[in-house]
């Protein structure tokens, strides 16, 4: 079964460093790294810098959507997305232009959809997606699990203005 090594410091407290990704990947079965998004303007050097220490084979990818157009252009072969799921024409348009060489188009398309990204790293994006998900009626709510809350009623409107504002 092939595994991915997800590298999560903000659930997990710890941070993977590129030495150690590199060790993991030579285990067996390891086919992928995911990463946690990197600072703006750094994917490409942190993507660079990681891939060239992993054996052939092993793919980066990319958590934190909103840092996905960035990643994708700069050298990650996936996007591990959260909006993906509940928007997946939105998340299409920004891979497809990504890896067809129109990174000015993936980061554009990426940056109208701000609202959200600026509610994933606010109240989580599992939180947000869900939202997404009850308030386009694609799931009955509530539709986390518990001990998983929802957001609240002043959270959701904005979940709401966020996608007026993305159309």
Known sequence: MPV?????PTTTGFTFTDELHARIAELP??????IPPPPPGTAAERVGRLKALLPEGISVGISGDWMAAEALIGGCAGWYSVIGGVLPQVAQEIVDAAEG???????RLSAALEPLWSLFRTFGSLRV???????LGLVQPPCLPLPLL????AARA???????AIG
Request: proline fraction near 0%.
């Open 101 to 107: 060489g129109r990174g000015a188009d993936a980061l």
């Open 29 to 34: 079965n390891v086919a992928a790294i995911k």
């Open 129 to 135: 997606a869900a939202a997404i998900a009850e308030t």
């Open 158 to 164: 904005q979940v709401v203005e966020a996608l007026r």
């Open 150 to 153: 929802g957001l609240d009623e």
């Open 4 to 8: 991915v090594v997800y590298d999560n």
